[in-house]
């Protein structure tokens, strides 16, 4: 008696068979060269790294009232301004080094002579969300993400963030005029 086995490809028994493996190996090649292909000419459409370093930006303080804040945005990212009060100042002046975990004075957050306006990336640092302005248990930034609280003048105080609110480079054209980057 002739036994004869009329099994179709790739099933035996429920056990992959070395064609169903260079099958998959030769999928997975495939798609990891398609993405080699692809990914450069895709990366070229971006501004080059020259390009986006000279980017800059200039605002105009004069309409953001004291107490206010506004956000713009530069290089893709959001920039606060904040038109900080007495009392936010004084309470940015008077938190002990001791008591932040990335310790920076408030006049190393400002420029000098212009202790009012406080420029920022309203980036979070810990995973890159974007924080609330004027919440939090500090007066400052609250990033509801995961919990991280600013004070302000953009340090951080509490939660999983490991540094302050970068300030980015910018420089004042007058007492009303900035220009980032």
Request: negative net charge; hydrophobic residues 35%.
């Given at each position: 008696m002739a036994?004869?086995?009329?099994?179709?490809?790739?099933?035996?028994?429920g056990?992959?068979?070395?064609?169903?493996?260079l099958f998959v190996a030769t999928a997975g090649l495939g798609a990891v060269a398609?993405?080699?292909?692809?990914?450069?000419?895709?990366?070229?459409l971006n501004p080059s790294a020259d390009v986006l370093a000279l980017s800059s930006i200039?605002?105009?303080?004069?309409?953001?009232?004291?107490?206010?804040?506004?956000?713009?945005?530069w290089r893709g990212k959001p920039v606060f301004i904040r038109?900080?009060?007495?009392?936010?100042?004084?309470?940015?002046?008077?938190?002990?080094?001791?008591?932040l975990r990335d310790p920076q004075t408030d006049d190393q957050r400002v420029k000098e002579g212009h202790k009012?306006?406080?420029?920022?990336?309203?980036v979070c640092t810990h995973l890159g969300c974007i924080p609330l302005?004027?919440?939090g248990d500090y007066d400052g930034w609250f990033c509801p993400c995961h919990g991280s609280h600013?004070?302000?003048?953009?340090?951080i105080r509490k939660g999983p963030a490991p540094l302050n609110l970068a300030i980015p480079d910018y420089q004042f054209l007058s007492d009303t005029k900035i220009k980032i980057g």
């Open positions: 036994t004869s086995s009329s099994a179709s490809p790739g099933a035996h028994g056990q992959a068979t070395r064609r169903d493996f398609a993405g080699a292909v692809v990914w450069p000419l895709i990366d070229n200039e605002e105009d303080l004069s309409k953001i009232a004291e107490g206010q804040s506004i956000t713009v945005k038109h900080r009060t007495e009392k936010e100042i004084k309470e940015a002046e008077e938190v002990p080094m001791s008591e009012q306006w406080l420029v920022m990336v309203g302005g004027e919440q600013y004070d302000s003048a953009g340090r």
